[in-house]
Structure formats: structure tokens, C-alpha cells
């Protein structure tokens, strides 16, 4: 038996898009002898579909989808995954389900059972879970159907679930696993997901074939990676991450085993190639091509530039270079002297004029106040308002330049250095956007011939906002090895205090710095949404309360 | 018996607060002889913690809480909600749960089965449902206590659910039951729950206390409400909305029935209420006392005005009237009457000079180009960054000024009009907006003896930006009576293009308001936190993709 394993790049709601995407990959099986083609979790609506799985419409849009693929399903399986309606009155009106489609029929329908409610996972919001498991029989072959975190709870020792689907297959002998999953990227991801596909194989004895989502869905990232592990537990093939892929295999040969390979799993390119897919997939998705963004001469905005100018290509990015009395002329020179080596379009806004009008109107009112952050602020929203002007006048979208740090403890100022439509860097730590840089510098050709595109100054001088004399972000932030690794434990680990003096940090610190995390919820509640990188990103996945009064 | 029922505002993870609020409510039921005082749902920490609840920290303050009310039990007992560790390692790690304490002792502890994950609420994500349902004697008399949605699945007629948790308890013969809510407001939400309350009674014959939160926390406002109801159905007390109270009832009186004591529920002075609750919540608990918004002159910013000086006192209101070369005399006018109808601060802060610097600014970049949306979104995001100016240097929170209307088709600019720390009518349409302005009219005085606060002309006039010349909201939106109903049948009861034709609605202005609501999804995702009055609003409760290709 052939099968196959479709890795693509659905779009949530475009059915005629999954659709045609779908149908040419069934013809690209067909030509290639497959038996069976599978594709990912709710692949006919794109993941996550959240509340649009409440319209009615929308439900009878995917069926009619599983109507057309059905049709194409002549002399190949397909094996599609679609929202389906509960036929009982009792319990959510929706099952996330597989379909397997064979000759014009359904051969057999599989509802997911364990349903991922946290970080950025609704699923519990929408259906039912599963109560029911049996193997489709097709061609001879007894197939244990499942849905993404279905395989997640091997021999029920995940706390959150309390039933292991496969296991209850296990009586009627499947002779392999197909598993449709959308199960997104974060850094780590790659390697826990081969651990417990291998633990299946390991626990059943019997190959696991498994297909992934590619491509971003606003923040969130999917890096496909889909698996083909045979009973000895090697990975007999790992797809490519972040593109489509298309691959059949001989069953005969997987189960053979006596294969291994793996994708390289380093974590600074796969944060690289994540963000280009985000960047791509955001614009691309929404029908824009151009994107634009404020180049301060700092690390971040050129690491956002860099990562822009090879995500679209540099004639589809442009920049804006607006210095204020307080920028350092090495800011203007680094910016210049970047833009030049990307070859992107770029203008000279110096934003005096419009600061200058702001003071002047509001000189009454300010009168005798010191310069405080309002001024810093002013400066930050001119900057702010001049970018989309641009983006309005042109049809850009704005890319936002703020990494995870600075978000994390509110450094930066809303509607101002906050605008964008999507956060290139808001899940990327200080320290990380550094290791970004020296990737960049190392991957990425200068059109000026120089060694990378980021210039050595942007990296090695001390990080600053340049909204006053003399500013230095280490005047208001404690040195950033030592914030990232207390954010981290605060946010990706979830420690708390107690937690973090334990392992040794200072307690004023400690404090100081949940407390600025915890303040500045209201900023990060109007950001742009976050590529998501990490296993615990801003937004969806990170639900806090703003009025809370807790370590603040 | 005497029960104490205590309606009071949390405030989510202020622990000192709540305890202290708690521990006061009940010296004052012992005063009263109250032999039991109950408490709302996860009092302790507020509601909804949401990710807070992730955190062990967060976990041991709770259990430092009911430790502390447990000590204050010695001759009263105190119901009190609170997370509790589930002590299995299957499924989730908490339980929602109702603590039984009396005599420095726990006398039982009843978690909650039905977990809401819909709209607003995440439960499912954290809490692991109630398996066990047991009643709690306490002097003599058998209680079920339950939790909140506990209650609303009477007879298993809610498809969400499939167990009733007190059809469990039924063989115990229960003398009453206690409910501990968190039941958030909407204008429509009062009728519904003292309907399902009564279905309860109806069904088990028993009288029914239930204890609701008051107060806002950001977006989500309780309403109170708190009720008592005999077994004669009858409503034997109704607390009053929007306001902290504690009320003992007999419960041989409350056995006999034979009165009915509800509050009145006009929607739109329900809405007003809840705004105000929504806007004084919002400052209060985030430690600040001083409002700013922009004054147009038209009416949206006008009723946001006379809410915020009701709330917060008119002497914490200031407004800025920012006129362009676009706005009508008129209008400054209107907003000029209002400031003094009010008696609030203004300043008159013409923009002309601001826009100015941006032309000159950009007009090299702009040669050429026509007057379009760039021009005007500048005006406003001039006006955000005087507004953000003014916040910044004198400590107000800036308010939102959007209605519900505009909010959903998009008609307003990022980062100017749709600045603000909360937005006051972001759940209120257009034509809701005239309603409350009759309202605030007829009940608010003007201090320079105007028959009402708010100018006719403000409630007259045709809408408008203002943002070029003659513009009216009617060049680019259907009429707001029209536009309205369609919104409220796509989102607040999720009708489909379809279903909205079958209605009566012409096709071309289904599909033109739908896909208008779609593409806007940016937007709101950026937008300030909303008052929620309506059982659908804006932000949490409503999540949508934003790179969807849906009706768009």
C-alpha cells in the first residue's frame, strides 16, 4: 500500500482555496500510485477556525468541501479533516473530526477525544470530545485514525487527559496510525513531537504516519515537520519545515524501518525561517505585499528590516529614518548604512517639525512641568503617525519592531513604537534578537559587498531608545542576560516568586520586574499580535486579567 | 436558621482586599445572628483570575485565604469559593470549589461540574469538572451547594452539558440550596437567571440562595442581583444591582414564601448603570481617579462625557476640543455647550498646526497624491497623541469614545479615535448610543440649568468624522437602523449571510456589512477593552481570526 502525506498551507475560511490546494494534491497522489493521500487536522477550513465554527454557514461550507473531496475520491482514499455536527442533542453541537473518503463514500468518520484547552487552544469551546474509536478497514488494512493531540496522552500518563484513544484500538490489531495534526511551531516543538510519535510506534509496534499544517495563521506558526516513523522507532522521514510537501510512501518499505531522517533542528535558523513564514504568510494572506517599518539605527528594527527584505524582497520593503534632537548621529549613519546594504527603499523624516508643533500647542497646558515620559512618548507617537500615514497613502502594512523583553515589562510606548500590524519580534528575547543578528549577518548577502547587512555598531553598542540625553535602556532595566532569564521563568515556566529567589535571583529584582510585567498588561492587551516562537507567546496563548492586583 | 447572603466587588488577586472585605461581611452577619454567610464564586481571588491560576503562588494565596476565613469560623460558617489542587494526577491540576468552613473546620467542599467555555469564559481551560456531589449538613439542615453554572442545566435540557449536579444530591433530600455565582451582565441576563433560578426551585421544591459578584474587573461587569426564591417559585428578595450588599434572611420566612421583591430592569438604565459600575471599576482598581476624552461635538463623545462625570465626579473630567479646518462651527459649539453643562475642564486645542507639520513632513513622499483616508487618519491620530499627551503628563486614563457600530465595520482610525484605556460604548450601537443620551438627558442635571447636559443639536444632527468636507457617516455606511439590526443578528446571534437574507435583508448590504466586519478584525484586535453590556461584545468574547478569508 501507498500512502501519501499532504503538508500544505491551508488559509482559515478560503475553502475554495484548501479546496483547488487540496484537489491538485489528490491528482499529484493519484500520479504517483498513492492508495491514500491524508492531509492535516481541519484541513478543509484551516486551524484554528475559532468562532467562526458558531456559524452555521460556516459548518456547511466545510461539508461542502468534504462533498467535493468525496467526488474526487474515486481510486484514491482521502482522509481529510473537517468540523462535523453532533448528531445528539447532548453535549457541544460540533466534533473535530477525520474523515476517510473512499470511492464516493465515507468509509469512516473519527472524532478527536482529547481536545487542547490552554495556552493558545479553544478546542474544548467548540466540540465534543470523542467517546467512540474503532479502525477503518480499507484494502486489507486495519488503519487506528487519530487527531493531533490524540496521540498525546501515550499510555494515559498526560495529567490533563484521563483516556488514551489508541489504546482503545488495540483490541481490533490496526496495522499502522494515521494521524492529522495541526500542532504548531515553537522551538522546542520538533523534537518532543518526534519523542512521542516515537513512544507511540514504541507502545503499538506499529508504523505512525503523520501530517502536519505549514504555514502562519496570523501569529501562530505551523512548521509542518510531518513524520513517517517505522516499528523499529526511527524516524524513517521528517518533511521539510515551513514549506509544502507532498510525499508518498510504500508501507511495505516503512515497516521495513532501518531509516533515519531527521531535519537539523537549530534553534536560532528554525526562529529565523519561523518569522519569515509569519511575515510571509501575514501578508500574503491578507493580500498585501509591501511592508514598512521605522529604522532607528538599533538592533531590533534592523533585525525586523533584514528579516522583511527576505521574507517579501527587498523592493516590496521600505523604511523610515525619523531622528529627533536626541538621536545620535551614529543612529542615522547605522540605519543609512543598512538600508543601503539590504537595497531598500528608504526616507530621511526628521520628525522636529511635528514635536515642535505638539509642544507649542500644548504649552499652556504643560506649562512648568518637567520633560518627563510625555515628551519621550510625543516623540515616539510623531513616529508612530508618520509610518501609517505612509502605510495608509501606499498600501504597506507596518511591521512592529518590539522584541519580547521590552514587551514583557512595558518598554515602549502605545500607538507609538507599539503600531504595526504584526509583531516581527515580540516573542524574541533581547538576547535572542542577538543571536538573530549574528545568523542574519552570517546568512544574508549585502548588496554593498559588506560582510552582513546589520552593521557591527547597531550590535555592539549599548541599547537605547534615544528619547532624551543620553539614554540607556540599562538606566531603567536591569541588565538584559539577567531579565531574560528571569522572564522566562516567569513566562514560559510559570515560577513565581518564591520560585525565582529559590533559584537564586535577587528578590528586589524578582519583584521589580513581575511587577513591571504585571503593570503593563494593559499595553500588551493593544499590541499587535505576536509571531509566535516560543512555547508561551503574548496574546491568545497568554490570558491575564488587567485590572488584576497581583505582584504588581 | 439565618443565611447571610454577601454581594460584594472583588477585585481579581488582590488578596489583602478581598479578605478584608470578606472578614468585615462577616462581623457584620454575626451581628445580624446570622448562623451562615455566603460568598460568591472564587471570592477569594475574584473573578475571572484567568492564567493567574497557572501560577502555584497564586494558588497558596488563595489557600492562605481560606485558612484565615476558616479561622474566623468559630460561630458562623462561611462559604467562601476558591481554587482548589485536584489531589489525583489525572485530568486537570484545580478544581473550581465551594469551601464549607465552620468552627476553625472544614465542613465539606463541593466542586463545580459544569464548567463554562464559551463567550467570555475559559473554565475548561483550568478546572477539571465535579465527578461527586454531596450535601452538607449543618445544624440540622441538608445543603447543596453549588457553583454558578451549576444550575443551569435543569433536567438536562442544556445541550452544553450532560450531568445536572443537583439531580445528584436529590436522593439526599436537601432542605436548600446555595449557589455561589459569577455571573456576569448583560442588559438581557437578570430575566434569564431569575427564570433558571425559579426552574430549580420548581423542580426540587426547595428555596434557592444565590450570591452574585458586583463590580467590574476591565471588561466583564457584575450586576449583583443576588436572590433568594421560596419554594412557592415566588422571588422572596432580589438584591440591587450594581452595588456591594449584605442582607440575612430567616429561613422559615424564606420557607413560607408569599412575597416577590424585584428590582426593575429597564434596559437602558441598565445599561447606564452597568457603564457607570464598568468606568469607576476600571479607575478604582487600577489606582486612578482622572478621565480624559476627546469632545467632537458629536453625540458618541458626548454621552461617553456625562457617563464619566457621573462616574467619577465632573471635577475629575477633563476634555480637549481639538477642531480642524474640517470641523463645523457647530460642533465646537455643541461640544462647548456640553463642557459647560458638565462643568467639566475643556481646552480648546486646535489641531491646524499639528496636521500641518505632517503635510510639510511628508510632502515630497505624498507629491501628487490625492486627499484620501492618509489625511484623514491623521487628524485623528493627531488628536490620540494631544489626548495621550495630556493622560501621559497629568496621570488621567484616556476613554474610548467608539461605539459598537463603528466598531464592527471598522469605521475608525487605529491608533487615533480607537485610542483609550477602556472603551466606555464599544458594546452599545449607534442607535443604542440615542437611547442612553435621552436617558442621561432626562436623569442628569446641568449645571447651567440646560434642560439636559447633552446639546439637541448633538442628538439631531446627522453623524459625521468631520474629517473632510461634508463628510457624513451616511456616504460610506448604510443608515445606522438598518446597519444595527444586521449586527446584532451576526453577532450577537450569529446569523449567516444565508439566514440574514431569509430575514429581509437585502443581499448586497448583507454581504457589504459582513465582509465590512470581517477585514476589520485587525482592528479590534488592537483595540482598547470593552464594557461588555450585551451578551455578545467585543474582545473575549468574541474570537475571530484576523488573516481569515471568510464573507471577506
Redesign the interface.
Known sequence: MRIALAQLNY?????E?NLQKMLAAVEQARQQKADLICFGELSVC?Y?????L?????IRQCNASVEALKTASRDIAIVVGTPVRNPV?????LYNAACFLYEGAVLGVQHKALLP??DIF?E??YFEPATAFRTIVFKGKKIALSICEDIWNVG?EN????ICPLDEMQDEQPDFILNLSASPFNYQHASTRIAVVQANVKRYGIPMFYANHTG???DIIFDGGSLVVSPDAQVFDEMPYFEECLRVYDLEEVQRGGRSQEQPKDKTKLIHDALLTGIR??FG??GFKKAILGLSGGIDSAVTAVLAAKALGAANVRVLLMPSQFSSEHSVNDALTLAHNLGIQY?L???Q??Y???E???K???WA?PF???EE??QA??R???L???S??FGHILLNTTNKSEMAVGYGT??GDM?G?ISVLGDVYKTEVYELAAYLNKTTLSVTGAAGPIPKSSIEKPPSAELRPGQKDSDSLPPYDILDKVLYQYIEC?Q????LVAMGFEETLVKRVLRMVNINE?KR?????VLRVSSKGFG?G???????????
Open positions: 488559509h482559515i475560511g478560503n475553502f482555496g484551516g484554528p477556525p475559532r468562532d467562526f458558531e456559524f452555521d454557514d460556516f442533542a447532548a453535549g457541544k453541537d484547552t490552554y479553544d474544548y469551546r494515559n495529567p490533563l487527559y484521563t502562519a495563521q496570523t504568510d501575514y494572506k491578507l526616507d523624516l526628521p520628525i517639525p511635528m515642535a508643533a505638539f507649542a500647542a500644548l499652556n497646558q504643560f512641568q518627563n515620559v510625555t512618548n510625543i507617537r510623531v508612530g503617525t508618520l501609517m500615514a505612509m495608509n497613502k502605545l500607538y503600531c500590524g510559570r513565581g516568586p518564591r520560585e494593559f492587551e493593544q499590541a499587535a499580535p491568545m497568554r490570558r491575564m486579567p488587567i485590572v488584576g492586583k497581583y505582584l504588581s
